[in-house]
């Protein structure tokens, strides 16, 4: 399976402070995508990275990719409390992790 | 411009009846993914169609459950004498990989309770 793990499973910080996910995942890829989902809602895509690239900066957040070591970190930076939700990488679109249930207390 | 249509958002059903679960894309998406949720967990692949044809069944149960997308209308996820253990959340996306995209739109989903 391809599936991406997330780790992380929760992280709780301060507004403000920044936010570090983990992916790995098990085999070759073209890219990978994270999302995000607010509780009970459909996820929404945040941003992808091909396998070609190392790094890729959208507004607050932060991809990375290395996959000599098959794992991408996902930085969101000076976090608000909007920010609270679960965080899922995707491996080529169809396998999902388990996610990262991030909590920012105002 | 709609996005990823779902319907109905909920759905009860007794053991042993049919649920049937619509998924309108995105228009100018002819791709189309199914996927499962059950509670504090991530998304599970069930199905990849693409108009007309299943592409990708890999992570659907042989027994009970079908998928199709027509050539006019939804997509539809249909499970057959559902059981308790069928109740999750059913997500649908859709992708326009026909010009290179390959970003998922997500449908808000179809919470499903067996009784």
């Known amino acids: 399976s391809q599936q991406g793990e997330e780790d992380p499973q929760a992280l709780s910080i301060q507004e403000g402070e920044n936010a570090t996910m983990n992916c790995s995942y098990k085999?070759?890829?073209?890219?990978l995508q994270w999302y995000r989902q607010n509780s009970g809602r459909g996820l929404v895509h945040l941003i992808l990275i091909r396998s070609n690239e190392r790094e890729k900066h959208s507004g607050r957040l932060r991809v990375t990719l290395d996959t000599s070591k098959k794992s991408s970190s996902l930085l969101i930076t000076a976090s608000r409390a909007a920010d609270t939700a679960s965080y899922f990488c995707a491996t080529d679109a169809f396998y999902f992790g388990s996610g990262t249930k991030l909590n920012v207390k105002p | 411009n709609a996005g990823v249509m779902q319907n109905p958002r909920h759905l009860v059903r007794r053991r042993g009846q049919e649920a049937r679960l619509r998924c309108s894309p995105m228009k100018g998406h002819s791709h189309v993914y199914w996927y499962r949720q059950l509670p504090e967990e991530g998304l599970k692949f069930m199905v990849y169609l693409q108009k007309e044809n299943i592409i990708d069944e890999s992570g659907m149960p042989k027994e009970r459950f079908s998928a199709e997308f027509p050539k006019e209308g939804p997509s539809i996820l249909r499970i057959q004498q559902v059981v308790r253990g069928d109740s999750a959340a059913y997500f649908c996306?859709?992708?326009?990989?026909?010009?290179?995209?390959?970003?998922?739109?997500f449908g808000s989903g179809t919470q499903l309770s067996v009784l």
């Open positions: 085999t070759s890829i073209n890219n």
């Open positions: 996306a859709s992708s326009d990989r026909d010009s290179g995209g390959e970003k998922l739109f």
